[in-house]
């Protein structure tokens, strides 16, 4: 069974882009490809078929090969809880929380479980095509590498470095990475390949030219930048955007300090009624958004601290006044109760943290993490929605008794008495086109009849069509190995 993996030269150069497309590709040919990423560092994870989490980028590659998400597609995945440390969660299943300064000490022992999932994926597949993270040009990184050229080599899967034209300086990403490298990793590049031109690509002949002579490697092509990417789930908060419309229904969603599962979102930006804002830190919610989203968050304790410290709790006490809408999902949902307790100390050092008060709910963190898909049955609407769920912490109350929706039959999340207020632990609601129809419409904004899944499949066709036009895509799956 064969596997070809792509590199970057930095973080956001496009490698699940590429990755998702080269995956489409790959099965449209008639393979059977899976996609494989050995470590991530993402809070915006998916719930897999079996039942743990991965990277959203890999729930994606999956959908463009046509299988569902499994946790062997992301064995390590890193989620930041603070500045310094981050939740390691073990092919789906948390292991450990660590410091940064502690992670390297961990990751031998983690390579097992990489090469493990690795392989149970190449005993399914005609083909695996491998993300790496970051970058190999992180060399300080290099000892105990699970990511990229320690995984590259472990597993002898050849390599691709893909470089970002968009970002400036792409000549010297690539000639300065092989410059970098220990020799027998460098063996491992097979060839190049450059990502988000912008205009004739004919212009960087000569520096593509150059770059093949300096380091020897073979060129795949330059890649167009591809307008259809901002359609696709973006899983790096470096993506965390509103879709820049004017006009029609605002819906403003704030960008907490660790705000986790924000492709949320996605469906909402392609409507062409509404106007998506992420209100940055510093700055107020504004007066005439209809809803504002409290979004997910992978420490709702720390991210209303945060809250509090831009002035939200008071841009959003008036939003109330003025009848505005609020949604709280998931941990924006912990955070519109009475209190949040950490009596554990879970999250940080234990204790106690008021919440907003918006709803009469009170939440208790606990070590269990509930990770499971769920389809349940909106209340006010009586329209199925599907979804899953992620998170720690139970949370209960008063206004529990008029439940966001059912769930098997139990109540799943709270509303206030006016109906202008919800909480609701689902993620990922908005992707059912009828509840996303109703649920605008109770704000003013008419249907557009997006039919977002479709979209989506669209969206990767044309990304493996972009990558066959431009890149030698059968010499780079002849490179598999």
Known sequence: MRALMIQGTGSNVGKSMLVAGLCRAARLRGLRVLPFKPQNMSNNAAVTADGGEIGRAQALQALACGVAPLTDMNPVLLKPETDTGAQVVVQGRRLTTTRAADYPALKPRLMGAVLESFAR????????????????????????????MGFARAADVPVVLAGDIDRGGVIAQIIGTQAILDPEDAAMVQGFLINKFRGDPRLFDDGYALIAARTGWRGFGVLPWFHGAGRLPAEDALDLTGN???????????????IA????????????????????????????????????SKSTRGDLAFLRAQGWDIDLAAHRRRGGH??????????????????????GAAGV??????????????????????????CASGLPVEGYEIHIGRTG????????????????????????????????LFTDDAFRAAWLAQLGAASSGLAYAAGIEAVLDALAAHLEAHLDVPGLLALAR
Request: proline share 7%; glycine share 14%.
């Open 397 to 428: 109350g008063a206004d529990c008794t008029r439940p966001f929706a059912l769930l098997d039959g139990r109540p799943e999340g709270a509303t206030s008495p006016d109906g202008r207020v919800t909480g609701s632990y689902l993620h990922g």
């Open 326 to 347: 609020i949604l709280g999902i998931c941990g924006g949902y912990q955070m519109l109760g009475r209190t949040v307790a950490d009596p554990e100390g879970i999250e």
């Open 244 to 258: 820049g419309r004017g006009g029609g229904v605002k819906i403003a969603c704030l960008a907490l300090s660790r």
């Open 353 to 378: 943290t008021p919440g907003l008060g918006f709803l009469e709910v009170e939440t208790v963190m606990t070590a269990d993490k509930r990770l499971t898909r769920s389809a349940a049955t909106h």
């Open 261 to 296: 599962n924000f492709d949320d979102l996605d469906p909402l930006k392609q409507e062409p009624g509404v106007t998506v804002e992420m209100v940055l830190p510093g700055r107020a919610i504004p007066g005439d958004a209809r809803l504002v989203i409290l979004p997910g």
């Open 121 to 148: 994926l190449k005993a399914q597949a005609d083909l695996v095509i491998v993300e790496g993270a970051g970058s190999p040009a992180e060399v300080n990184l290099r000892r105990a590498d699970i990511a990229n």
